[in-house]
């Protein structure tokens, strides 16, 4: 299953809200998860089965969608947030990923 | 804490072989499977496999297939993952992950800290 994230590179300002989304090349359900990965570091769970988020994240990270279309949102970008995110399926073997989506300061 | 911690880096010629080491703590190492993933430079993520750190059942993604074997210690609570005939290719951060305890949920909760793989003649 090919996923595609979109858009490539998203520049928001601090406090405002941002949209990323993912789309799967066939229906995964709701077995989708989200990671942000910050430069040096393994990627960190944010949300798995499409709208649960991990422990710890914090609740502006949300997650949504179901079958071939997923968005995260971060409802008020704090300046950590920066860094890149990878929505991940694990539907079907084998688990793949989107090519990232990077989040930058405008 | 959940912790996992991985072997250092490596850096190896075209056609050799690399192990990596993961050696998780804080949780019963049986009681779940640990997945390996790779990050080549300015690139994706790529899953490897996965492997059952009780049984030592493993499912390798097809690319791979023949090529990776991931196997584990229990005696010293160690997982590997060796990759045989490198190419250039294979250049990249190779992570090791915890998979979640939610049912048939195969995200990963936890990772170590990544062990670079070189590649060069």
């Known amino acids: 299953i090919v996923m595609t994230q979109s858009p490539a590179t998203l520049s928001v300002s601090p406090g405002d809200r941002a949209t990323l989304s993912c789309r799967a090349s066939?229906?995964?359900?709701?077995?989708l998860a989200w990671y942000q990965q910050k430069p040096g570091q393994a990627p960190r769970l944010l949300i798995y089965g499409a709208s649960t988020r991990a422990t710890d994240i914090p609740a502006r990270f949300s997650g949504s969608g179901s079958g071939t279309d997923f968005t995260l949102t971060i409802s008020s970008l704090q300046s950590e947030d920066f860094a890149v995110y990878f929505c991940q399926q694990y539907n079907n073997w084998p688990i793949t990923f989107g090519q990232g989506t990077r989040l930058e300061i405008k | 804490q959940v912790q996992l911690v991985q072997s250092g880096a490596e850096v190896n010629k075209p056609g050799a072989s690399v192990k990596v080491s993961c050696k998780p703590s804080?949780?019963?190492?049986?009681?779940?499977?640990i997945h390996w993933v790779r990050q080549a430079p300015g690139q994706g993520l790529e899953w490897l496999g996965r492997?059952?750190?009780?049984?030592?059942?493993?499912d390798y993604a097809q690319k791979f297939q023949g090529r990776v074997t991931m196997t584990r210690d229990t005696s010293l609570s160690t997982l590997y993952m060796e990759l045989r005939r490198l190419e250039s290719d294979d250049t990249a951060v190779y992570f090791c992950a915890r998979e979640t305890d939610t049912s048939n949920c195969h995200a990963f909760d936890f990772w170590g800290q990544g062990t670079m793989v070189s590649v060069s003649s």
């Open positions: 066939q229906s995964v359900s709701s077995n």
């Open positions: 804080g949780y019963t190492f049986s009681e779940y499977y």
């Open positions: 492997i059952n750190s009780d049984s030592g059942g493993t």
